[in-house]
């Protein structure tokens, strides 16, 4: 997921389910209700709103649409190192091969959040 899309997530999260809870218990600071109408009311908002940011965060990378693009290697791959593939930086294994840094990569697939690259031909 890229970096704009987790913030406004995070936002999301923030703007939708945070908001309610923080309501209520202003409500409840200025004697307005009870603090236990303020925790029911607060409570099923906070929980989906970590449920939610949980989610989000344990999302596999979406790594499927580069697979087969070229990229550059941004360390040795020793045969693990950090590639750059469509402005994007993996961890990558070139498996059953070294690649130096700068040299042309090309990534065959993506599993368990890591790139698995080959020099380019």
Do not use: H
């Amino acid at each position: 997921m890229s970096r704009l899309m987790t913030l406004l997530a995070i936002l999301d999260d923030v703007f939708l389910f945070v908001t309610p809870a923080v309501v209520a218990f202003l409500l409840y600071i200025f004697n307005l209700i009870p603090l236990w109408a303020a925790v029911a009311v607060a409570a099923p908002f906070l929980g989906f709103a970590v449920y939610t940011g949980m989610k989000v965060f344990k999302e596999p990378p979406k790594g499927f649409d580069y697979v087969g693009g070229r990229g550059v290697a941004v360390e040795d791959l020793k045969p693990e190192g950090v590639v750059k593939v469509g402005g994007v930086y993996w961890k990558a294994v070139c498996a059953g091969c070294e690649a130096a840094a700068g040299s042309c990569v090309e990534l065959v697939e993506v599993r368990d959040g890591r790139a698995y690259v080959r020099p380019c031909r």
